[in-house]
């Protein structure tokens, strides 16, 4: 690793300020960056991490402060203009067209000349490119029809072929499964070796422990600490981050119940670039978190809409107890048998971020009648209905009940979902990476009112990319690799054995 | 890669996404458009030969201050009304039914049908006519609805063709079977004094107006209160999510075309037996595509809809006296319309962007 002189900042971002109306995102904030280190970024959701990051990418322009690239005075007027300066960002939320191929969506960062010519100079530049840092990924295929995980791999590797040597990666590895993280994290220090700045803003404090170089705690807009790795315990890191200490421990069922669902031989055919699902067969108890580990794209998706009735079923049966075979059933129909479904894309799936939060609590009470007749709607009592919920499931940064669902910050908009789905005394409870993108606090509750769903004797599904989680949580473990069930265990397991069946 | 140079700017331009909007900054933005799409619209006619005191004169004050000019603008506003909830209904429902003048055209024809071969007793013509338009609207519409929703064919292109099937059905009928048998005319033959709307007493006006407002009525229920227009809004804003929690989307989608295409054929007989006493081969020309206007710029909001038809409806009547008068081509009025259209349309960015200028 290089020697860190303060002398050679790469980067020093000075006195920065930027508020959004009344709301100071970021206030002073200095922060810097030096030749070949790898720089963690960490704090909740809302820190002002991602505000001060799209300040160096161009993308918000700050009220006050300046910028300093080697020691020069930039002005960053916007995110054509940060490129050039070598700074490239991989955003959380990724900017791809998803009609498009991978290839083509990395040709219109990366244009090398004309297009028949330019896109096949650049398929050769690609794929020694995905050699070297050991990236697998099909670059044909739609982005529309890639895993989570895939997609980000286009954005990383439009990062890298545009040259960026400062680049920054907004919570890289909240969808990459261990496997995919550690190949990650070579890639990244390879980079940080060969003179590239990487600042990673996660909120896995493992990573930023193992990986970085010098870590920067931010909380409330301001920066809290930088400090190295070696000088402070993973407690104290998260005391730094959350003012409080939060532990994790797994939290295992004590009391398992009889069988609440079967799952036999669920097939389903390949269309649009799902995976099939082949042969899955589990049995679920009452009061037990079933955990689903595996790599991202590997048929997750499919099994959860598949169990919602969102996708056909080929062959195969759902037997619900007390229900006989639902999977026949409408998704209305299975709902009404105590289904409910947290699904791994919220803001697609499961909000609807034009109408009011109450609109969006109240709906599926609605639909269960709960509200008023046909031809009037009882808003009165949803509203009161739905702001009971939003006290019991602490949901925070709400205005009113009237604002829009989509002012909501990731962690609050997944505890409206979760209040939402959990209104109605589900028994088969289906949540899908339900705690991606969270941060810490949030995360812990998350995963608290599982647990609580689970000690109230409902079956839970958990399928999940991280496997910190499925460890945590899961009382029988499923590996999932290629559309079937490869491996199961029973809580507690080897991480290295699941792991070992992710990839296989 | 160039990292060394100094590169400073003095002033430039910076566009953020705004924090949404409260409804008073809105409507402020949006009158703001609509003020500054007429004011492009008067320096057109003012370039055409109109001066302004006779504009003032023909869009305000010989409109307002006369009561026979005044029923005019109301007796239009009804069918724009009509046709503006059609749209709006089934834009909830995200279904773009292009089909309006389709759907009133098979109202009418059904309507006519009633009257001409004097279905049921007299006094019930009206109601009968009524029945069988919404039913003849409807007719019109279930095709491309099943299709839309079993078989995913695209609604724009299905109903934008079954104008064209309906407008020449309309004319194989005028110039042959039902052709006007007294005057020969390529129309329906006149209908019966009982089978025309009744005028309510002031000027012009007549029933159609009641119909119009107890619609607009309806619809206002149906969207703000009943449980069917929260499962719309719902679908409206996602319907992922719609799907994902069990809303029978399909369902949703059918009664929405059905009502649609219910209030287009409505619209079919508002125009016959309330304007025209007869169905001519041109009564439905052009309303299609208001009722698209008019749905867009009230946001689909049943209110709003009364409001942008009267606007809509004052510009026509005012429009027709410059026909006559300053040889101004009807044309005008479409331009008209198309310029405030595009300047609410231009508003939603000022709505969703701030724009400020930096100065370092």
């Known amino acids: 690793m290089p020697k860190i002189t303060h002398q050679s900042h790469l980067i020093e971002m000075e006195k920065i300020t930027k508020s959004f109306g009344d709301f100071l995102a970021i206030d002073q904030v200095s922060f810097n960056l030096t030749h070949g280190e790898i720089h ?32 020069n005075t930039v002005d960053i007027t916007g995110p054509a203009m940060a490129k050039s300066l070598g700074i490239g960002m991989v955003h959380q939320h990724y900017k791809l067209v998803s009609n498009f191929s991978a290839l083509d969506n990395i040709a219109l960062t990366v244009p090398h000349g004309a297009y028949q010519s330019g896109i096949r100079d650049l398929r050769k530049i690609i794929i020694s490119k995905m050699s070297e840092i050991g990236f697998d990924l099909d670059i044909d295929k739609q982005v529309g029809k890639l895993s989570v995980a895939e997609q980000q791999r286009v954005e990383i590797l439009k990062v890298l072929l545009g040259g960026a040597k400062i680049i920054v990666l907004d ?45 920067t705690v931010m909380r409330g807009g301001q920066i809290i600490d930088t400090i190295t790795p070696e000088d402070l315990s993973e407690e104290q890191l998260i005391s730094l981050i959350v003012g409080e200490i939060i532990i994790d421990e797994p939290n295992l069922s004590k009391d398992i119940g009889d069988r609440k669902i079967s799952l036999q031989n669920l097939q389903t ?36 809409s598949a169990l919602m009735g969102l996708s056909k079923l080929e062959t195969g049966a759902i037997l619900l107890n007390g229900h006989g075979d639902i999977s026949s059933m409408r998704p209305d129909q299975r709902r009404n048998c105590g289904l409910v479904y947290i699904p791994a894309d919220r803001q697609k799936y499961a909000l609807a971020g034009q109408l009011s939060l109450t609109e969006n609590y109240a709906i599926s009470g609605l639909l269960r009648h709960e509200f008023g ?47 939402r789905e959990f209104s109605s005394n589900p028994s088969f409870i289906i949540a899908h990476s339900p705690s991606r993108g969270l941060d810490l606090r949030a995360t812990a509750a998350v995963r608290a009112k599982l647990c609580m769903a689970r000690d109230n004797g409902a079956a839970v599904l958990l399928i ?41 | 890669m160039n990292y060394s140079g100094n590169i400073l700017t003095k002033k430039r331009l910076n566009l953020e996404v705004r924090e949404p909007l409260g409804l008073l900054a809105k409507t402020i933005i949006l009158l703001v458009s609509v003020l500054f799409g007429l004011s492009i619209s008067i320096f057109i006619l003012i370039l055409s030969g109109v001066n302004a005191s006779d504009l003032w004169n023909e869009f305000i004050i010989y409109i307002f201050t006369s009561q026979k000019n005044l029923s005019a603008v109301l007796v239009q506003a009804v069918p724009l009304i009509i046709v503006g909830l059609s749209a709006a209904v089934a834009f909830r429902a995200k279904f773009w039914n292009i089909g309006i003048e389709g759907q009133m055209i098979f109202g009418a024809i059904a309507a006519t049908f009633i009257a001409t071969n004097d279905v049921g007793p007299e006094s019930m013509r009206l109601t009968l006519m009524f029945l069988a338009a919404a039913a003849g609207g409807i007719g019109w519409i279930i095709l491309p609805a099943i299709i839309k929703i079993r078989l995913d064919v695209n609604e724009i292109i299905s109903t934008l063709l079954m104008n064209y099937i309906a407008f020449n059905f309309l004319l194989h009928l005028l110039y042959g079977s039902w052709r006007d048998p007294l005057t020969g005319f390529p129309n329906s033959q ?64 059918f009664l929405a075309t059905i009502i649609s295409g219910a209030l287009a054929g409505i619209c079919g007989f508002a125009v016959s037996a309330g304007i025209e006493s007869r169905m001519t081969q041109s009564f439905f020309v052009g309303y299609g595509f208001s009722g698209i206007l008019i749905a867009f710029l009230a946001r689909e909001n049943p209110i709003g809809i009364l409001i942008v038809s009267l606007l809509f409806s004052i510009l026509v009547i005012g429009g027709q006296s410059l026909q006559v008068f300053y040889q101004i081509p009807f044309a005008m009025v479409q331009l008209i319309q198309a310029i405030i259209v595009m300047c609410v349309a231009g508003s939603e960015f000022f709505i969703r962007y701030r724009i400020s200028i930096l100065k370092r």
């Open chain 1, 269 to 304: 055919t390949s269309h649009d670039g799902s995976i099939a699902l082949k042969n899955i067969s589990l049995n679920i108890r009452r009061g037990e978190i079933y955990g689903i580990a595996g790599v991202g794209g590997n048929g997750q998706a499919e099994l959860a």
């Open chain 1, 373 to 419: 007749s046909w031809f009037k709607v009882n808003s009165f009592k949803a509203f009161e209905k739905a702001s009971k919920a939003f006290k019991e499931y602490d949901i925070m940064g709400v205005r009113n009940l009237n604002q829009k669902a989509a002012s909501l910050s990731g962690g609050n908009a997944q505890k409206l979902v979760i209040s």
């Open chain 2, 190 to 253: 006149q209908y019966d004094t009982f089978e025309n709307l009744p005028l309510i007493g002031w000027q012009s006006l007549n029933f159609s107006i009641v119909i119009a407002l107890f619609l607009s009525a309806v619809i206002f229920w149906l969207f703000v209160f009943s449980r069917f227009g929260y499962m719309l809004r719902v679908l409206h804003s996602n319907a992922n999510m719609a799907q994902s929690l069990g809303i029978r989307v399909g369902i949703l989608i």
């Open chain 1, 171 to 215: 919570e890289p590895t909240a969808v990459l499964t261990d496997e995919e993280s550690k190949g990650f994290f070579k890639t990244i220090k390879l980079l940080a070796e060969s003179g590239a700045a990487v600042i990673l803003v996660t909120h896995k404090l493992k990573e930023a422990m193992n990986y970085a170089d010098r870590i």
């Open chain 1, 40 to 71: 963690a970024l960490l704090g909740e959701n809302g820190a002002g991490k991602s505000s001060l990051m799209n300040v160096l990418a161009g993308i918000y322009a700050q009220d006050e402060g300046q910028i300093k690239l080697n020691g």
């Open chain 1, 464 to 504: 999940s990319e991280d496997l910190d989680e499925i460890l945590l949580l899961s009382d029988t473990i499923g590996v999932i690799n290629g559309g079937s069930i490869v491996a199961e265990f029973e809580a507690p397991t080897a991480r290295h054995d699941i792991g070992k069946a992710m990839v296989n």
